[in-house]
């Protein structure tokens, strides 16, 4: 069974940046896409990008782009997020989700999610 | 704004046939990508509902129903239980933007 294991609570200070962990155990971490998605509060579920480790090249949304770094080490099967350049808006949980199916193809769904990190960004 | 449009809420009694539907376009539904829905219960991460337009994972309920036409596709939940009650959101692929996309959640309310 596959589980995913984000890092804890960051609060940051607008113009910063954070780092999300997010540790894979079960299944087989480097073939499949780790991606990321966030929800701000009371808001709908936001896609970020993604990384599948054996290849090492992430894609990210258009909205992130320069902004956001996902990268994924194969010897301690984590991916991580690190977002920089915060502002108020990206105060959310930030969740960490394996795809499946065909990632580079765009056939793929997220099959198992982590529990979420929560990141308040406020002065 | 969502690329995805979905209701904002339904509801239902105990026992009916709920649907919630999922409106996209000629570059993510339309281009002929999957549609998948996950359930998400107040204060946890989101579940894989349905992936590959009706396909359930294992564990969910027959009760859970995918369809796709066009550029639409819903979900169909049956015997709606108190437990349903929770946010659903469908996913696909956007070509034109390159990455996943999601409609902006459906709130199911079982009366």
């Known amino acids: 069974q596959v589980q995913l294991v984000q890092s804890g609570a960051e609060v940051k200070k607008p113009g910063s940046s954070v780092k999300v962990s997010c540790e894979a155990s079960?299944?087989?971490?480097?073939?499949?896409?780790i991606t990321w998605v966030r929800q701000a509060p009371g808001q709908g579920l936001e896609w970020m990008g993604g990384?599948?480790?054996?290849?090492?090249?992430?894609n990210y949304a258009q909205k992130f782009q320069g902004r956001v770094k996902i990268t994924a080490d194969e010897s301690t099967s984590t991916a991580y997020m690190d977002l920089s350049s915060l502002r108020s808006e990206d105060t959310a949980v930030y969740y960490c989700?394996?795809?499946?199916?065909?990632?580079?193809?765009?056939?793929?769904?997220?099959?198992?999610w982590g529990q979420g990190t929560l990141v308040t960004v406020s002065s | 704004q969502s690329v995805l449009t979905q209701p904002p809420s339904v509801s239902g009694a105990p026992g009916q046939r709920v649907t919630i539907s999922c409106t996209g376009s000629?570059?993510?539904?339309?281009?002929?990508?999957?549609v998948h829905w996950y359930q998400q219960l107040p204060g946890t991460a989101p579940k894989l509902l349905i992936y590959?337009?009706?396909n359930r994972p294992s564990g969910v309920p027959d009760r859970f129903s995918g369809s796709k036409s066009g550029t639409s596709a819903s979900l169909a939940i049956t015997g709606l239980q108190a437990e349903d009650e929770a946010d659903y959101y469908c996913?696909?692929?956007?070509?034109?933007?390159?990455?996943?996309?999601f409609g902006g959640g459906t709130k199911l309310t079982v009366l």
């Open positions: 989700a394996r795809a499946g199916g065909d990632y580079r193809s765009g056939w793929y769904y997220f099959d198992y």
């Open positions: 079960g299944g087989t971490f480097s073939r499949n896409a």
């Open positions: 990384i599948i480790p054996i290849f090492g090249t992430a």
């Open positions: 000629s570059s993510n539904i339309g281009a002929d990508y999957d």
């Open positions: 590959g337009n009706n």
């Open positions: 996913q696909s692929y956007d070509s034109s933007l390159s990455g996943s996309i």
